[in-house]
Nanobody
Framework: QVQLVESGGGLVQAGGSLRLSCAVS????????MGWFRQAPGKEREFVAV????????RYADSVKGRFTISRDNAKNTVYLEMNSLKPEDTAVYYC??????????????????WGQGTQVTVSS
């Protein structure tokens, strides 16, 4: 059974930083892209960042470019999201996702097959 478990969320002041982690168990995703999405109250889930199987390719939403960094450690089957210069509009539940299709780097939620339960990030002004 595949499980994705996010951690690292919390409450932080604007301008602060958080590091989210997503630990994967049940199978290896070393040949698959891993992504982060977020959903704020009353809004649709939106793409945040994706990292390719090797870590060599990353893509970001324009709203987080230059502030967030996605990375992965395939030996630990873990993906990370380093978030700096946080803004109140970053407040959302953040979800980790894995794509079962190998060697693609998708940015749409419907392309992902496995999801974590989410971790709350709250940025106060």
């Amino acid at each position: 059974q595949v499980q994705l478990v996010e951690s690292g969320g919390g409450l932080v002041q604007a301008g602060g930083s958080l590091r989210l982690s997503c630990a994967v168990s049940g199978r290896s995703f070393s040949r698959n892209a891993m992504g982060w999405f977020r959903q704020a109250p009353g809004k649709e889930r939106e793409f945040v960042a994706v990292v390719s199987w090797s870590g060599g390719t990353t893509r970001y939403a324009d709203s987080v470019k230059g502030r967030f960094t996605i990375s992965r450690d395939n030996a630990k089957n873990t993906v990370y999201l380093e978030m700096n210069s946080l803004k109140p509009e970053d407040t959302a539940v953040y979800y980790c996702a894995a794509d079962a299709t190998m060697f693609v780097v998708p940015t749409k939620a419907f392309d992902y097959d496995y999801w974590g339960q989410g971790t709350q990030v709250t940025v106060s002004s």
